[in-house]
């Protein structure tokens, strides 16, 4: 039983959406490894919005009722509560080591309560000593040449699949963005979701230089996601006072990146726009000139914030059908982020909210789930990513870790876990980018210690 959210649960207790659904991660992967039934708990909206992945066995076999609401198909009986077992790993101590779920530590009850923000399939299989490999490779299909963050999305894939509320609550934030002529097909396929203008991201990649614009598709609309996380400074009024430094690009001398604890991204605002700009041309959208390009006002006059944010008209003669989507949690970001973008259509949310900051409140749950399952529809994903970590006890330990990171530099990955399990959830690590010089993601990173996501850390967390 993986707790999402349960009613009575105090601020800080599972973390944001993106900790709650790394978590969920090795919730599915345990179950599946032990074979026992996959249950989440979770508040109104995450109930409404998704339920488990079922596909019935035969054409014959009527559709059953899954959901998280109602328990009854999984034979879940109220006198197991009795005797289960609460284990809490969230933010776990130093050796806490029942929190990997390496083994069936709690094979003796029949219910396990699980609270967790962290991924250890990487740990599951890089950890020698556990002996664990054949059996990942068994259950799992997982060896040491996998993509671990496309067998996450997998996993994840199975626990939470979106309900035809979800695709109206979608539909619904579109049309709150008084944005016309947007096809709305754009997130009508789950299975189809992900276009790329009658190209391949490779072949756009390799062979733009190569191909005129107007040979590439021009009738497509390309979804291109960003999130721009500020941190948790933009719900508390004190730090966040217009401009806060750490959510927009001032000058070169107050910008000094947003950092998340030994995480730091330089990547601004202003990157992740004009990275979009770019792949808008990229897929035909034209050229954009320099004197198209809009020009960030000067900083503001006695205290006033406004001017850094004044949309510029200069893009009137913008022409392609492609839609940008902004995902942020501080409005300031967004804005910003805005003045900057040569689109017409433009997704975004007049108001942003955190799950664990904003107690119960429904709709910002509801909020915050339709935004991230939008990020994980886009055709790409612009996102923070980490350009340093300061030397933790967090970090892999590299002599043990060598052989299965065969040698190569620790790669660039999503500073937040937001967008990062968006990426996974999408299940094509291909389509993300980097702020500053719109740099791909390598799908290697899977093999390294970051974030949440657990290999073989000096200190087990």
Known sequence: MFVVQEPGQLAGLTGGLGDRL???????????????TLLVVGEAPFEDLFVPYYVPSSSAQPPRNFTYKDWSWSNFDQKYTKDMHWERCVNPKKNHIACALDYD?????????????????????VEKQLGLGNEIKRILGIDESADLYEIAGCLLRLAIHPTELMWKSLKKLVKESNVRN???????????HRRTAGVSKKDINTKVENKPDEELSKNEQLLIGIHFRCGDSSFHINDNTPPNPQCVYISNTTWKGTSFRDDLSLDSPLDLAVCANNLATLHGAGVVTAHQQPVLPPPPVNGSHHSHFDHNVLFKNVNHKHVVYIASDNIQSTQQIISRLFFKNILNQPKS???????????????TLTQWFLLSLSDYIITQGVDSA???????IPERMQEFQKGIAKPKFPISAFSRTAVVYSLDSDNVRFGAGCTTMNEAI??????NWICLPHMFY
């Open 446 to 451: 899977g093999h390294f210690s970051h974030g």
């Open 182 to 192: 947007v096809n709305l097909d754009i997130v009508n396929d789950h299975d189809q």
């Open 353 to 367: 909210c955190h799950v664990d900051e904003d107690g119960h409140a429904l709709d910002c749950a509801t909020s």
């Open 390 to 396: 300061m030397p933790t006890a967090y970090e892999d």
């Open 22 to 36: 790394s978590g969920l991660i090795t919730a599915a992967a345990y179950s599946i490894r032990i074979n026992r």
């Open 105 to 125: 530590y709690f094979h003796d009850t029949i219910a396990l309560k699980f609270y967790c923000n962290r991924t250890y399939l990487c740990r599951w299989l």
